[in-house]
């Protein structure tokens, strides 16, 4: 669980990622993992937009280039890589998140 409590760099940590969660946040949520993966296990509620489809994707997944949103993944690596490509495009609140695997484990504790 190291990921779990850690700081991130231009992120958000998994565990207050979770608890924003729990409390109702109504940020755009996006699972940037294989469309294989986000239909095996996902966040209820949250978008699916593949790392893979993210530039043809983006603008009909995200409202605006000015909302609010959080990627996430399994491990937190495409969920920073999307967010440098989408930053590249001019989308301006985003926020990563990392060590999801492991929040979802803490998810599914906590309900």
């Keep these: 669980m190291k990921h779990l409590f850690g700081a991130l760099l231009g992120g958000v940590t998994a565990a207050a990622f979770a608890h924003r969660l729990l409390s ?4 755009l949520v996006i699972d940037v993992s294989s469309s294989e993966e986000f239909h095996a296990e996902h966040i209820p509620g949250a978008r699916s937009l593949p790392l893979e489809q993210l530039e043809q994707q983006a603008a009909s997944t ?13 491990t937190g690596e495409r969920a920073r890589l999307a967010a440098a490509r989408l930053r590249s495009l001019g989308y301006t609140h985003i926020e990563s998140v990392s060590g999801m695997h492991e929040a979802m484990q803490k998810l599914h504790q906590l309900l």
């Design 24 to 27: 109702g946040s109504s940020r």
């Design 62 to 74: 995200i409202p605006t280039p000015e909302t609010p949103f959080t990627l996430y993944c399994r």
